[in-house]
């Protein structure tokens, strides 16, 4: 959705990975939009549905059934919530509408609530259509996901940017004039808006799964087994409504990511028509770019392994993207952290210039793996210096973690 | 050398790592230049050095003694090679010798004679240059560390950048005239040339130690523990000069290239001060750029697979570097190869527009982890759209063969 807002992508269609036509010509599924499952009727083994157009509604039975509901962007409980001019952005429809209203409108003023993923995105998408942006973020930092001196790396590159940053704000709720939202209300000030955008995270949507006593854990999560499964026979969830797993901390664990609901519907659809398959959870990453910078992370960050009462070392180099005198070498900060002793890896962060991001992948596998920083070392990953230094970025930052366990 | 040859780096004094007088100051060791070890006495622990300067030649003793001579480019033994105007590509003079050759005399036809990575990345040198440029190769295909199907694709871009291709051609020898090559002979013609590359690739520079009677094995590379050390106490050796172990085969191997050579010289550096490291072995990786193409590889590659008498199963797919809208989206070629059976991964080769080949590191650690492409499939490897599709195309190569295993 971002980058339809930023017109980085025009055409709406290729957003649309499968249409239902498709699945209804090519699959042979028979899907229909605008139904709503009011109800799961467990010991019937029926939902009830509910057409949103005509209002009809039907009892329909199921042998297997599939949750698969999403998630629903959080709306703060503060006054002038509902104002018009606030937008949420999880949907095709929410992007359309916005970008209808910057096409339509033009406003010149946003506000961004919360800096996670959404918002920062936004926040580039808006400045690239030349609004002047500001972002309120309650933490000291944005993208949350990092440990403060990553973030803060992030930070500069939004105000590099020319984002204006209001950390450590709280919101407090919305000017309304007409019934539209005039201005963003922190604890510390007004900011004046012609757009508001909220960034504010998501909610699994298990309220139907929950009604029907199906068990949820982490925010409210949907629980399955490795198999995509509920703890009911035939009933299965994925995707944004469900709990995972998290392999590091092994614990449960809340993540909404279209590449984790991807991977967690192929489980479900495999088991659910007769196959075999699990996903066993996963590891935390995660990637994003904010105007011109790419920021990654994997694993535990500080505060999660604290929380865990784990102990850990910290290393964290600098270096270049390419060797050094490689046209394009930029920089690229990679931080690693590992258990104190074991000197196993828990986490690791990456933010730097073009080329940086998507290396935090080895890190990722190197989790799965159950590596130690020892191990990592001698890892032998590809050299050539269009691509790396002799020593990649993520191996120097595994030595120095080495040395220090 | 080949960037320093094709302007892509001008300042020659960037591409030295660390000078004589930094090692001299800052780490106190006295490095001499221009001094040759003519033997090793390992019963009286002392080598026999000369200044190549002024041929004063003496005995100096020691109690550990490292070996990393490295290696030298293959020299074919055909008529004409030592003529002038024939380049290998090695050194840091060889390199400046063929930039001042290119600066000064303005060659306009070179046949380079090798589609190995020096080859190809002189052509693209060569080509950036202005050159008219022809390449004689003995295989079918250049970059013979990948599968044809996959070296096809870079022959393919070769082809585009204006690169003559003379494939399944051996180099019979050189037309001299004046002392000076003026043409390149192989079995199927001659090809005029005001300069010849060489790039027929290099052998481990082991003679000293042979003749000390230290084993060699591989293309006659210096056989070394884990800890870089040769059969005798006190003699380590690192780099290009020695063998490898290779991981995934788990045979020895040779592999001449810089990542390599530096880590096994920090394993070497450890243990002879008293440390204590280890160098387990490599899994074949190697990356490359041909102009507009990324080209990377690890583990073994199909000759490899059927030598070792495995048999395997192929997933080759193609997909884009990012979301498929996303601008920049380029074509990617990931192929994996998985042992029949017990679906253990044995190796991966990608080729694609830029931002394909570094994820050749995903499947270099899924290597060193010992990995099944079923355990792959649910790899946590980050996604957004400017960096992936929502399955990165390494996990969709693994899916691809996992289900085929």
């Known amino acids: 959705m971002p980058y339809y807002v930023g017109r980085v992508v025009d055409d709406v269609e290729q957003l649309i990975a499968r249409t239902p ?12 939009t605008h139904h709503e499952v009011m109800e799961i009727d467990l010991s019937q083994r029926r939902v009830l549905v509910q057409n949103v157009r005509d209002g009809e509604a039907w009892r329909e039975p199921f042998d297997h059934l599939l949750i698969a509901t999403g998630s629903t962007p959080i709306l703060p409980d503060v006054p002038g919530a509902h104002a018009r001019g606030i937008y949420g952005l999880s949907t095709l429809e929410s992007g359309i509408r916005l970008r209808q209203t910057l096409d339509r409108d033009g406003p010149r003023q946003a506000v961004i609530v919360g800096g ?12 690239s259509r030349g609004l002047t942006v500001s972002l309120v973020e309650k933490e000291p930092q944005v993208m949350n996901t990092l440990d403060p001196d990553m973030g803060a790396l992030v930070c500069d590159e939004l105000r590099r940017a020319g984002v204006h940053l209001y950390l450590e704000e709280s919101l407090e709720g919305f000017e309304v004039g007409d019934g539209r939202a005039r201005a963003v209300i922190t604890d510390k000030r ?15 949507n298990s309220a139907l799964a929950a009604d029907a006593a199906i068990s949820t854990g982490e925010k409210g999560a949907i629980q399955v087994n490795d198999r995509m499964q509920t703890e009911v026979q035939g009933v299965w969830a994925a995707g944004d409504c469900v709990q995972s797993y998290h ?41 994003t770019k904010i ?31 390419r060797s050094g005198y490689y046209p394009g070498a930029g920089r690229i900060t990679v931080k690693i952290l590992a258990e ?9 962060q990456i933010v730097g210039c073009e080329g940086s ?49």
């Open 116 to 127: 996670g993923y959404i918002g920062l995105e936004t926040a580039e998408a808006l400045i």
């Open 291 to 321: 105007c011109a910078l790419e920021a990654a992370r994997t694993g535990l960050q500080e505060r999660e392994i604290r929380g865990l009462g784990l102990e850990y070392v910290i290393a964290r180099i600098e270096t270049t993207t």
């Open 247 to 287: 392999l590091v901390s092994r614990r449960p664990f809340y993540v909404a990511l279209g590449t984790v609901a991807n991977k967690q519907g192929r489980v479900a659809g495999v088991n659910l028509g007769g196959g075999y398959a699990t996903f066993p959870g996963v590891v935390g990453t995660a990637i």
């Open 21 to 32: 036509a498709v699945f209804r010509e090519k699959q042979g599924i028979d899907v229909r």
């Open 357 to 405: 991001a998507k290396r935090i992948d080895v890190l990722a596998t190197a989790l799965h793996a159950g590596f130690t920083v020892e191990e990592m070392i001698n890892l032998d990953l590809s050299y050539a210096p269009p691509f790396s230094p002799a020593w990649d970025p993520v191996l120097i930052a595994a030595r120095r973690a080495a040395g220090l366990v």
């Open 190 to 204: 007004s900011l004046p808006a012609d757009l508001v955008i909220l960034g504010m995270g998501v909610r699994p």
């Open 340 to 348: 104190k002793g074991s000197g196993r890896l828990l986490g690791g």
